[in-house]
């Protein structure tokens, strides 16, 4: 166990440096901001990075209890025997709290890590991206259905503007071609038949080919460019939000 006076010292020295720094102790943990919150007294695992942004870790989880982003000014002090360290910040107004009572393990590193992230998505990820965010489609679109089997096969999402007029979309991970339009206005074609109205109809991909381009100018068929990453930058913010959301709550 590392005496309090010892880690106050090890953990200024630290974000002074900017390392990042890991603390394992008994720790409770108060929140004001968004809404208030106060976790109880137990053993969590604390990361304060180097960009000094915080996460408050239970042993159990992958999501962090209570976290800070990045930029929060944080102030460390002792107080009857116990460690405090405070994470703020102004816009919006939020603060968060933790006092240790005891210091089980304490270390900090300055990691170096300019590695390039890449992610390999699905058109799954393409289509929740749709169903969570349909504004990326265009204002006023909602989703109807996703996955509605037809004689052909499965439509990705069919939705229905801003007018109430239904929306055909076929999605695409990669470069759309001239069979994807193809297929679509397949599936246009029996939803018209089911429904008695012509639907529009929209290739949703990151790109479409000059072939695909042209066929899709004959035939009505509208395009919308989305991509793997932008998906999941999307999904990525959604968590975000939901979890911001759940907090408030």
């Keep these: 166990m ?6 106050i010292a090890e953990i200024k020295s630290a974000i002074t440096a900017g390392r990042l720094v890991t603390i394992i102790g008994e720790m409770e943990v108060f929140y004001e901001g968004r809404s208030i919150s106060w976790l109880s007294s137990g053993e969590r695992l604390l990361v304060i990075k180097q960009d000094r942004s915080v996460l408050v870790h239970r042993p159990t989880g992958y999501e962090p209890t209570n976290w800070q982003p990045a930029g929060s000014h944080i102030d460390v002090w002792g107080e009857e025997g116990k460690l405090v360290i405070v994470s703020k910040r102004t816009s919006p107004p939020e603060m968060l709290k933790i006092i240790i ?3 089980l393990s304490l270390s900090s590193f300055g990691l170096r890590d300019e590695g390039e992230f890449q992610i390999h998505a699905r058109e799954e990820d393409m289509k929740q991206a749709i169903i969570a965010e349909p504004s990326i489609i265009e204002d006023g679109f909602r989703v109807v259905e996703s996955e509605r089997k037809t004689k052909s096969g499965y439509i990705d999402v069919l939705g229905v503007d801003r ?8 999605i695409k991970r990669e470069s759309a071609d001239i069979g994807d339009v193809e297929q679509l206005v397949r599936y246009s074609t029996q939803i018209e038949e089911e429904f008695g109205s012509k639907p529009r109809q929209m290739i949703v991909a990151p790109r479409l080919s ?3 381009a042209r066929k899709a100018r004959i035939l ?3 395009f919308r460019q989305l991509s793997p990453r932008k998906a999941q930058e999307i999904l990525r913010r959604r968590k975000g939000l939901d979890r911001f959301l759940c907090s408030a709550d």
């Design 2 to 7: 590392i005496g309090i006076d010892e880690a």
């Design 220 to 222: 009505g068929v509208e």
């Design 210 to 212: 000059s072939r695909a």
């Design 163 to 170: 007018e109430g007029r239904l929306v055909v979309i076929e």
């Design 101 to 103: 009572t005891r210091v």
